[in-house]
């Protein structure tokens, strides 16, 4: 498995942006069960690397996957070197298009969260950021982190979106497993 890294801005009641405040997301979303948003919705869960993109170096640590640049990252050490100053984030560790169920996947000082669905050009989450597809999934098939718990309705439901949304962009996605530290930014 290849392992990718992020550190996000928390979305939660607590740390709920000004513009989108947490009561407002609920209430748009129908996510009523959610505890906290862990995503890779940059809209939503703000990235908080910032690498240098003129910097030859910099673009060793940058992943690319295929002509779309993602905000994800080769090294943790890299995002800690890049890492904007802020005491609380979630720092994750991904894997894209896993083969297998990666809720049995240890990594160590990481703790497996669920599964996203991140749009073909890695910005949009489908499972929180599109309003729904209430034809594909519930608010309910959704953990209260807003990530898939199971590695098969994953897959599923990522099959089922292009299917029933063949124009529509945000439908064409990737599915990210997701583990969050335990205890760094926490």
Same mark, same amino acid.
């Given at each position: 498995?290849?392992?990718?890294?992020?550190?996000?801005?928390?979305?939660?009641?607590?740390?709920?942006?000004?513009?989108?405040? !947490? &009561?407002?997301?609920? %209430? !748009?979303?129908?996510?009523?069960?959610?505890?906290? =948003?862990?995503?890779?919705?940059?809209?939503?869960?703000?990235?908080?690397?910032?690498?240098? /993109? +003129?910097?030859? #170096? +910099? !673009?060793?640590?940058?992943?690319?996957?295929?002509?779309?640049?993602? +905000?994800?990252?080769?090294?943790? &050490?890299?995002? /800690?070197?890049?890492?904007?100053?802020?005491?609380?984030?979630?720092?994750?560790?991904?894997?894209?298009?896993? #083969?297998?169920?990666?809720?049995?996947?240890?990594? #160590?000082?990481?703790?497996?969260?669920?599964? #996203?669905? =991140?749009?073909?050009?890695?910005?949009?989450?489908?499972?929180?950021?599109?309003?729904?597809?209430?034809?594909?999934?519930?608010?309910?098939? =959704?953990? +209260?982190?807003?990530?898939?718990?199971?590695?098969?309705?994953?897959? %599923?439901?990522?099959?089922? =979106?292009?299917?029933?949304?063949?124009?529509?962009?945000?439908?064409?996605?990737?599915?990210?497993?997701? !583990?969050?530290?335990?205890?760094?930014?926490?």
């Amino acid at each position: 498995m290849k392992f990718l890294y992020a550190a996000r801005g928390i979305y939660n009641k607590e740390y709920g942006g000004d513009e989108f405040s !947490w &009561d407002k997301y609920i %209430e !748009w979303s129908k996510l009523t069960h959610l505890t906290e =948003l862990v995503s890779l919705d940059g809209m939503l869960n703000e990235n908080l690397v910032e690498p240098d /993109f +003129d910097s030859a #170096e +910099d !673009w060793n640590f940058i992943y690319c996957e295929g002509i779309f640049q993602t +905000d994800l990252f080769t090294s943790v &050490d890299f995002v /800690f070197k890049r890492l904007k100053a802020i005491d609380t984030f979630n720092l994750l560790a991904v894997v894209l298009e896993p #083969e297998q169920d990666c809720k049995y996947v240890m990594v #160590e000082g990481f703790e497996f969260v669920g599964y #996203e669905l =991140l749009d073909r050009d890695f910005s949009i989450s489908a499972l929180t950021n599109c309003g729904g597809f209430d034809e594909t999934f519930l608010p309910t098939d =959704l953990n +209260d982190k807003g990530l898939i718990d199971d590695f098969t309705k994953a897959y %599923e439901i990522k099959k089922m =979106l292009i299917e029933n949304n063949p124009d529509e962009h945000h439908a064409d996605t990737n599915v990210i497993a997701v !583990w969050r530290h335990k205890t760094i930014g926490r």
